[in-house]
């Protein structure tokens, strides 16, 4: 295999890399161009040429390894990439908390540094917040999406027990806030016992182990 031969090995083990990326990601529409540098000259190889990963955390500079049994000799290259894609971006400034709606979301083509964290279906956006507030046009982040506060301490809540068909449903207060399927205390104003519940939405929790005892009159 010829220098130029390794070097566009070395090539196609970084976009196969990053290919699997932007697809895990579900990026929309992801383009990607690359750029190899060799660290020092490359000799011919004759027998059995490798390419390995050495580095690939940061996609703007990827580190992979070639070598060659016959002659024997290892080299290191640096690939530096760079991804665009058509992804979630903020259409209005919002403040962190705030609940995104779809209409705050567009769809742009940007650069993608970080295909982990970058989102290209505006649903997966959609009735979450922001831990932080967003400009508009900047990329939202899936690292920075956490589920809505739904119920805070103190609130009025309906708890629904579920068991074989049979519902039964008591008034019961949030000891503790609460997002969407998070776990705490509530409780049975009825029979004043604090039970653990998952909430279900503003106004509905259900006791983790669902029973009718949870929450009996």
């Known amino acids: 295999m010829t220098p130029a031969g ?14 699997d990326l932007v697809t895990t990601a ?16 490359v000799n011919p190889c004759t027998a059995n040429a490798q390419i390995e990963p050495i580095d690939t955390r940061s996609v703007t500079r990827m580190r992979f390894e070639a070598s060659c ?9 640096v690939v530096r990439a760079a991804i665009s894609a058509e992804v979630v971006t903020a259409a209005r400034s919002l403040r962190a908390g705030d609940v995104i709606d779809a209409s705050s979301l567009a769809l ?15 649903a997966l956006v959609a009735g ?3 831990r932080r507030a967003l400009r508009s046009g900047q990329p939202v982040s899936r690292r ?10 103190g609130t009025n809540v309906a708890i629904v027990a579920r068991n074989t068909g049979v519902e039964v449903q008591v008034a019961g ?19 004043g016992r604090v039970i653990r519940a998952r909430v279900i939405d503003a106004n509905t929790v259900e006791p983790v182990i669902s029973s009718s005892s949870d929450v009996e009159r």
């Open 26 to 41: 579900g990026l929309r529409k992801p383009s990607v161009e690359l750029t190899v540098l060799a660290r020092e000259a």
């Open 6 to 19: 390794i070097e566009a090995e070395v090539e196609r083990a970084a976009r196969t890399h990053l290919i």
């Open 69 to 77: 049994e016959d002659p024997e000799w290892r080299s290191e290259f």
């Open 173 to 191: 207060e949030a000891l503790a806030a609460g997002r969407r399927h998070e776990i705490i205390q509530v409780r049975n104003k009825t029979n």
């Open 144 to 153: 920075w999406l956490i589920e809505p506060l739904l119920v805070r301490r």
């Open 108 to 122: 742009e083509r940007r650069e993608v540094t970080a295909p982990e964290d970058a989102i290209s279906d505006p």
């Open 128 to 130: 979450k917040t922001s």
